[in-house]
């Protein structure tokens, strides 16, 4: 029996800021965004807009199809916690209207904890095989203005229909890990935006690959040549491209420059224009590689690195299954990122600073975000949700 991704959605929000703009701001060559770290815009969440939602309407799709009382557990997985102990997906449980027997778990470890929760949402099916697990990754990056970190923010959600004899993609059961008690990325409980030693994090990043690359050739008899494209996690597309040219090299990888670019290009697409997704960011990855490829995938092989800083790291593996195309959400995915609205300079700076009450003030929030659910108001420390 094979056990993995049966059904794969993501949400972003409508608006964006180009990086152009705030490289006109900073004074900076924007070609250092969009050809030094090879971002082009970052999608900045309405005051409207948080984990919840942003999870919840990623995964309405899913839902919409197998109904609500299909679903067993939801393992959301963040770093962008709205509380210190009730887990975000109980709100989002509530929005899509899931079974009371479903349980709800929420993860953290950085940007890793999406793919801790999809192999413990596999262990559970291949215990359970009737049952279905809904994985959901939900974050927004924020670092302080001014910072290096600033041209790499964004946000987004990525759900994902766990199963038995998935139509999407099946995980192969090897993996290889890597953890290291290191400080390049953290945000520690008293703080809104991450903390980041930038250069310090990069080379991490590659350390953390060649470990988890090392671990899982022990155990896997997948080799390199055996991929057909990787998904990495992606902080800014340029990391995953020269990780990727570190991981060929290594490996003694006889393509050609482009044909080792080709491996990841199609992963990049949408991370480009969105931005860092932490938690979501690979898989959103694999729907920008799932979405736009033409040729047919099915019987290919996928190699997927996930990295969350402090660190934890994995290195899996995946094989696309035949008819995968018909589950797919690419033209909802199209329409969605087609729809959003630019944003300027000073627009920015209002959604950058969002509304904190910390006092227990009342806020009515006013509707800016063009999807199903939205935050209306926070009243005496208490988020209320609605569906629009
Ligand atoms: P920086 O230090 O300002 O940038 O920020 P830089 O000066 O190193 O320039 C970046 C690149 O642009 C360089 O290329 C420049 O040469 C080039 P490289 O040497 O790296 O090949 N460049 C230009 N190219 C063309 N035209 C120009 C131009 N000017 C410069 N005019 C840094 C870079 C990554 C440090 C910063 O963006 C940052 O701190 N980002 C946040 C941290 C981060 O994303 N780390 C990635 C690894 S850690 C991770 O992935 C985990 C994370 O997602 C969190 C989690 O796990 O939860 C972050």
Partial sequence: MSVGIDEISFYTSNFY?????????????????????????????????????MAANAALPLIERI???AIS????????????????????H????????????????ACYSATAALQMACALVARQPSTKVLVIASDIARYDLDTPGEATQGCGAVAMLISHNPRIMAIDAEVGNY????????????????????????????????????????????????????CYHLPFSRMAQKAHQHLAKS???ELSAEGIEAQIQPTLRYNQIIGNSYTASIYIGLCSLLDNVKENLAGKKVG?????SGCVAEFFSGSIQEGYQACLHTQRHMDMLAERQELNYDQYLDLYRYPDPRQGESVEIPKAT????????????????VAC
């Fill in 251 to 253: 490996n003694q990888c």
């Fill in 67 to 69: 109904g609500t009382n």
């Fill in 304 to 308: 997927f690195f996930s990295y969350g």
């Fill in 73 to 92: 557990t939801l393992l959301l997985a963040t770093e962008t916690g709205i509380d210190q102990s009730k887990a975000a997906g109980i709100y989002v």
């Fill in 17 to 53: 800021l180009d990086l152009r703009t705030l490289a006109a701001k900073q004074q900076t060559d924007p070609e250092k965004y969009y050809t030094g770290i090879g971002q082009e815009k970052m999608a900045m969440a309405t005051h409207d807009e948080d984990i919840v939602t």
């Fill in 179 to 230: 953890t290291d008690d290191v400080m390049d990325f953290w945000r520690p409980n008293y703080r809104s935006t991450a903390l980041v030693d930038g250069k310090y994090s990069t080379k991490i990043y590659l350390k953390a690959l060649k470990k988890t690359w090392d671990s899982f050739s022990e155990v896997s008899r997948i080799g390199f040549n055996d991929f057909s494209y990787f």
């Fill in 94 to 109: 509530r929005l899509l209207g899931l079974n009371a027997n479903c349980r709800v778990v929420e993860l953290k470890q």
């Fill in 370 to 385: 063009l999807g199903r659910f939205r935050l209306a108001a926070i009243h005496q420390h208490k988020r209320e949700y």
